[in-house]
């Protein structure tokens, strides 16, 4: 489903954007994954793929299963992309027990997110799968006092829930409640968020997703927003949402009255994966294309992500675990032909 939590909005074409982009990194998991530690904040409205209810690679071929939710649609595609950054950062995370998990995240950048936050993770007791049990409980805080939290748990074997919660200097800046119903063979899902009764202000997002086949998914977005910055006072966009996949080969997409955005992944072999995203606006005329790829070598337990895209911009990030320590190191370089500008940025992982 993506954030629904907007930090401006200016015009209706870009209610868009507004819907899927958060300032906020991604939720780090129990067993957290290289990219999801180096980036150790919390994305309001995120799940952690360990824990996700969709798992499309444990899917029996030839058999109709429940398609996952509309967030997770493109996901095979998005996680080659690079988490690209710049200047310096370090993180170590200690494991207290099965169940709970704290994180220090140190960060040295010119852009501005220089600081130091602590974090911590809860898992509950109530097993749903082997590597997925509930309740969720995510945080962290810097020394400023800015709080970022998820609480994730569910009720029963087909109903999730999801709250979360930003705080910035004392006050309530963002908030995201998210519920998931997974039928045999479709997914339901509502998203209320940044609701202000005394404004009149807020973001309504409706999902379902009907497998029709073994391979064919399809179904609907709708998404409501309303308040004193929207133009008109509310806006309207309903989005039609397919993926077809065949073996190693997924393709899906979005269709809207202003924009249309496609994905395509496929698995090249056991170390190349390769995805490509294509975006068109009609409202803007303009269209981008990126192409990202992930290729491992399990020999050196070394993992390269790279994408370039039409704007001319190239970034990669390389991750190697330094076995048998504890340690991943990190390299990232980004480099932009338009701005011409380049950022490096490196980083180490301890635990």
Avoid at 31 to 41: A, H, I, K, P, T
Avoid at 68 to 80: F, I, N, Q, S, W
Avoid at 273 to 289: D, F, I, M, P, R
């Amino acid at each position: 489903m993506g954030n629904v939590i907007a930090a401006s909005q200016k015009s209706s074409a870009k209610i868009e954007d507004k819907i899927n982009v958060s300032t906020l990194p991604p939720d780090p998991p129990v067993n957290m994954g290289l990219e999801s530690r180096l980036n150790s904040d919390i994305y309001l409205g995120s799940t952690p793929s360990s824990f996700t209810e969709a798992n499309l690679e444990d899917s029996q071929i030839g058999t109709i299963q429940s398609p996952g939710t509309v967030e997770d649609l493109h996901k095979k595609c998005k996680d080659l992309f690079p988490s690209v950054f710049e200047g310096a950062k370090l993180i170590v995370s200690n494991g207290i027990n099965n169940h709970f998990q704290l994180s220090h995240t140190f960060t040295l950048s010119s852009e501005g997110g220089s600081g130091y936050r602590f974090g911590g993770t809860y898992v509950g007791t109530k097993m749903i799968g082997p590597n997925e049990a509930y309740p969720i409980l995510q945080g962290d805080i810097d020394p400023r006092g800015n709080i970022n939290s998820t609480v994730i748990h569910q009720f029963g074997p087909k109903l999730t829930s999801r709250l979360s919660v930003q705080i910035q200097n004392g006050k309530l800046s963002a908030s995201q409640l998210t519920n998931d119903y997974k039928g045999d063979n479709c997914t339901c899902s509502l998203a209320l968020a940044n609701l202000d009764i005394s404004k009149r202000a807020g973001v309504f997002v409706a999902h379902y997703l009907q497998s029709v086949s073994s391979n064919l998914a399809l179904g609907s977005e709708l998404v409501y927003q309303c308040g004193r910055n929207v133009p008109g006072g509310e806006m309207t966009m309903l989005s039609a949402v397919a993926r077809y996949s065949l073996g190693d080969i997924v393709v899906s997409g979005a269709l809207g009255a202003e924009s249309i955005h496609t994905y395509y992944y496929q698995k090249v072999n056991e170390e190349l994966q390769v995805g490509v995203e294509l975006e068109t606006n009609y409202s803007l005329k303009g269209s981008t294309l990126s192409v990202g790829y992930q290729y491992d070598l399990p020999v050196t337990d070394t993992c390269f992500r790279g994408t370039i895209d039409s704007n001319g911009t190239v970034g990669a990030v390389l991750e190697k675990k330094l076995n048998p320590l504890p340690f991943t190191f990190l390299l990232s370089g980004v480099m932009s032909h338009k701005q011409k500008q380049f950022k490096l940025g490196c980083g180490l992982i301890i635990g």
